[in-house]
C-alpha cells in the first residue's frame, strides 16, 4: 500500500499518460497532413509515415511554385496594365482574354476555380459561390484582386469522394454556364 503512495511512482503514470496523449496527438495531426495532400488515383496502398511526410513536403514543394507562377504571371499581366501609354488599346485588347474567363482545376478532392472578370461581373463570382453551396462542396479559402477594373478570383474548394466522374463534370458544366450566362449578358 505504501507503494502507491509512493511520488515516483506516480508521476511514472503521469509521464505515460502524457506521452500517451501526446502520440495520439501527433497521430491525428498527422492523419489530418495526409487528408489535405491529393494522393494518386492508381494508389490505394497505405503508406508509411515517413513517405506520408515526404508527399505532403513535395505536394507542398508543388505548391510554391505553382504560387510564384501565378505572382510571374499577375505581375506580367500588371504590367502590361500598366504599360497602356506605349501600346494602343486595340493592341492591348487582342493579347488580354475575353472576360469573363473561367479556369477550373480537379485534382482528386479539390476543386480549384480562377475566374476573371470586370468590376461590373462581380455577381458571377456570387453566383459560383451559391452554386458550389448547392453541390455540398466546402469552400476552403476564397480571394481576390482588384486591378484596374479587372478583378482576380481565386476559389479553392474539397470536394467529397462522391464528387468524382459525372458529378465532376456536372459541376464544371454548371460553373461554365454561370460564367457564359454572365458573359452573354455583359456583352
Same mark, same amino acid.
Given at each position: 500500500m505504501e507503494q502507491c503512495n509512493n511520488?515516483? %511512482?506516480?508521476?511514472?503514470?503521469?509521464?505515460?499518460?502524457?506521452?500517451?496523449?501526446?502520440r495520439n496527438q501527433l497521430k491525428a495531426l498527422y492523419s489530418e497532413l495526409n487528408s489535405l495532400v491529393p494522393h494518386?488515383?492508381?494508389?490505394?496502398?497505405? &503508406?508509411?509515415l515517413p513517405d506520408q511526410l515526404e508527399e505532403a513536403a513535395n505536394y507542398i514543394k508543388k505548391l510554391q511554385i505553382? &504560387?510564384?507562377r501565378m505572382r510571374q504571371r499577375k505581375e506580367s499581366l500588371t504590367v502590361d496594365g500598366n504599360s497602356s501609354s506605349i501600346r494602343s488599346?486595340?493592341?492591348?485588347?487582342?493579347?488580354?482574354p475575353l472576360l469573363p474567363h473561367l479556369e477550373i482545376h480537379h485534382v482528386d478532392s479539390s476543386l480549384d476555380v480562377v475566374l476573371i472578370t470586370r468590376i461590373d461581373d462581380q455577381f458571377i463570382f456570387n453566383d459560383i459561390i451559391r452554386m458550389?453551396?448547392?453541390? %455540398? &462542396?466546402?469552400?476552403?479559402?476564397?480571394?481576390?484582386? &482588384?486591378?484596374?477594373?479587372?478583378?482576380?478570383h481565386s476559389i479553392h474548394s474539397k470536394v467529397g469522394?462522391?464528387?468524382?466522374?459525372?458529378?465532376?463534370?456536372?459541376?464544371?458544366?454548371?460553373?461554365?454556364?454561370?460564367?457564359g450566362?454572365?458573359? %452573354?449578358?455583359? %456583352?
Open positions: 511520488p515516483s %511512482s506516480v508521476s511514472k503514470a503521469d509521464r505515460k499518460t502524457i506521452e500517451k496523449n501526446r494518386q488515383q492508381h494508389s490505394r496502398e497505405v &503508406l508509411s505553382n &504560387l510564384e488599346s486595340s493592341v492591348r485588347k487582342e493579347t488580354l458550389l453551396h448547392e453541390e %455540398s &462542396l466546402e469552400v476552403i479559402n476564397a480571394s481576390y484582386t &482588384l486591378i484596374g477594373d479587372t478583378i482576380f469522394e462522391c464528387a468524382k466522374g459525372y458529378r465532376a463534370t456536372r459541376i464544371s458544366d454548371r460553373l461554365k454556364k454561370i460564367v450566362s454572365g458573359h %452573354s449578358g455583359a %456583352s
